[in-house]
């Protein structure tokens, strides 16, 4: 059994910063990959950023490019997504997530972002 939680959204106004954290616990295998993804008020879920085990490697999503930051700390079996120069446009509801080599995902329960002055 694996779980992610979540923590860090809320409201913010344009320009300012946010940082969202998760934690996964449970069996989590040595290779994995983890990452955050959004979805906005009817719109699809997209991937946000992604990064592999020990942190070499990372994708983001091109409009958060010079923006977001993904990191994680394997000690401590948490990602974590520091968001600066936040738009309006970022507001979605964000999720972590999971992914063993091999494995299914799993997911966090979300946690709301909101960019609104």
């Known amino acids: 059994q694996v779980q992610l939680v979540e923590s860090g959204g809320g409201l913010v106004q344009p320009g300012g910063s946010l940082r969202l954290s998760c934690v996964v616990s449970?069996?989590?295998?040595?290779?994995?990959?983890m990452a955050w993804y959004r979805r906005a008020v009817g719109k699809q879920r997209e991937l946000v950023a992604g990064?592999?085990?020990?942190?070499?490697?990372?994708n983001y999503l091109d409009s958060v490019k010079g923006r977001f930051t993904i990191s994680r700390d394997e000690a401590k079996n948490t990602v974590s997504l520091q968001m600066n120069s936040l738009k309006s446009e970022d507001t979605a509801v964000y999720y972590c997530?999971?992914?063993?080599?091999?494995?299914?995902?799993?997911w966090g329960q979300g946690t709301q972002v909101t960019v609104s002055s």
């Open positions: 997530n999971y992914r063993p080599a091999g494995g299914p995902d799993y």
């Open positions: 990064i592999g085990s020990g942190g070499v490697r990372t």
């Open positions: 449970g069996s989590i295998f040595s290779v994995n990959s």
